[in-house]
């Protein structure tokens, strides 16, 4: 899609991505990864007793699922994308083992900041499939090179 076209979709929404499993192994997975292996995470009987009532995913778990939600939503045609960073994030409902978490994505903002360099901010919303609390929203951007 050119960035014309790209720009007429501000303050519409992008669509939702597919469903993502997020289970104990994909838990385990980014806790040896990130070497953050908080019992709340990666020890189901210790879990039981908190709370939840079982074992959550990291929030930057959950942040880092955003790409792959994100990479079947209309993007713009430029020649190279990079991730630019977030003016909000918040962590609003914690992401239980087994569940699943999908994308809803809504274009913000794109602007030409310098000649051939674009700045597009998304409001992407996870939700948690069969809950009424999203996992988090937050305010993404990314810069685009034409």
């Known amino acids: 899609m050119k960035l014309e076209e790209m720009q007429a979709k501000v303050g519409e929404g992008l669509g939702a991505s597919d469903w993502f499993l997020i289970d104990q192994a994909r838990i385990d997975a980014f806790a040896e990864t990130t070497e953050d292996r ?3 995470h990666v020890d189901p009987e210790a879990a039981k ?3 939840f009532g079982q074992t959550i995913a990291h929030g930057f778990l959950t942040v880092s699922m955003l790409a792959p ?3 079947r939503m209309d993007k713009p045609a430029v020649q190279m994308s990079v991730n630019y960073g977030f003016n909000k994030l918040r962590f609003l409902s914690p992401v239980k083992s087994g569940k699943r978490i999908r994308g809803q994505f809504k274009l913000l903002e794109l602007i030409e900041k310098r000649p051939g360099q674009w700045l597009q901010t998304v409001e992407v ?3 948690i499939e069969g809950e009424d609390k999203p996992a988090l929203i937050a305010e993404w ?3 685009h090179f034409v």
Request: aromatic residues 14%; without cysteine.
């Open 38 to 40: 908080q019992f709340i």
């Open 69 to 71: 939600m994100m990479a």
């Open 125 to 127: 919303t996870v939700e």
């Open 49 to 51: 007793a908190t709370p």
């Open 141 to 143: 951007m990314f810069q």
